[in-house]
């Protein structure tokens, strides 16, 4: 049975393809099947669109303008290393292959391929992985000017003996803004990877609703925030009166 004749939610698959119409064909294939997708034609743009987006596999062609698709999947490998690869290629020697599949790829498909062994072996691939949304990792706890944050638990714990609980999603941004502590984190990434909401569907006034309220439990400075400082133009990014910790202590 197909993914449409199942009703479920329907999945994002981001296809990185130059050659228009094997995209085109790929696309209308995949969208027939009731996948929502995605297209890129160049490996700069593709690789954005994999480590930014909410999709929940990518096909991949080796063979792209502006880039090695090797190398594009090395950067999907290092940022997102759950999400389904699976290359599509005419570069079908033996050599590539075991390197595609060494890199981390989960299917490695040599053009020309028929549409319905494609779809088999996107199916495959996702029942596999079970194409869930990844869980934002960084540090186990942050240490405030008054207190420190346990990001395992959920818990601030300041410095006068109070504590006070973060929901899950305040804990996962916190930890997404403590992963990337050298950079301004738009609000378009943030609802992408850790609300797992298309940015395009999406408001981004949801975001600053919730760092204002995520600031007013850390103690931040309403006027002059410092923990979660605002970049204009930008989004937001941990200022340096927070480090991360690796361990639980004090």
Known sequence: MTLRGRQLERPTIL???????IREGVVDALRFEGFEVEEATTAPKGEELALRSVCSLVLLDLMLPGGDGF????????ARPRLPVIILTARGREADRVLGLRLGADDYVVKPFSVRELLARVEAVMRRTSAQPERVHGPASLRLPEGRVDLQRRELHFDDGSLAALSEREAELLGY??????????????LSQVWHLNPA???????????ARLREKLRDNKSAPHIIVTVRGKGYMLGHAITAQSGLGP
Do not use: N
Request: no cysteine.
């Open 177 to 190: 803004l403590a992963k990337h502590p050298a950079r301004a984190v738009s609000r378009d990434e943030i």
């Open 71 to 78: 190398e594009v999947l090395k950067q999907i490998r290092r």
């Open 15 to 21: 296809v990185i393809e130059d050659d228009g119409a």
């Open 201 to 211: 569907r999406f408001q981004s006034r949801t975001i600053d609703m919730h760092v």
